[in-house]
């Protein structure tokens, strides 16, 4: 399963590259649905993230498209900790986005070794 951006800002995207998620970056409202039906359309992509910015621009058909599967909602950002609480995937993806910045870090020489063992990292 892969994450997808869709992102109105290249620094999003450049961020998120780094953590070794591709993405998009978009303007218009058209541009954001095309974007939506092409990462809907890609079976390996799981989880579609957006800009605040974006969502707002298009809310009634990003609701529209998401709530074919089902039950749809919009979580403020401020319910995100609540959220990932509740599912527990919480430490699966701080590890899976500190691991990704580490290892890109380390692919452009910014970094020295990763230790393999907690003991070698003190």
Sequence with gaps: ???FLISDNTDTQM???LAGIEGIVVSRPEEVT??????????????????????????????DMFSRTGRAEFAD?????????VSGSSPAYT??????????????S?????????????
């Design 34 to 63: 095309d974007a939506l039906e092409k990462a809907k359309a890609d079976k390996d992509i799981g989880v579609v993230l957006m800009t605040e910015k974006l969502i707002n621009m298009c809310k009634q058909t990003v609701y």
């Design 15 to 17: 961020g998120m590259r």
């Design 77 to 85: 950002e401020s319910m995100i900790h609540c959220i990932i609480g």
């Design 95 to 108: 590890y899976m986005y500190i691991d990704a910045l580490a290892q890109a870090a380390q692919a452009s």
């Design 110 to 122: 910014q970094a020295a070794p990763l230790p393999s063992t907690t003991s070698e990292a003190r």
């Design 1 to 3: 399963m892969k994450f």
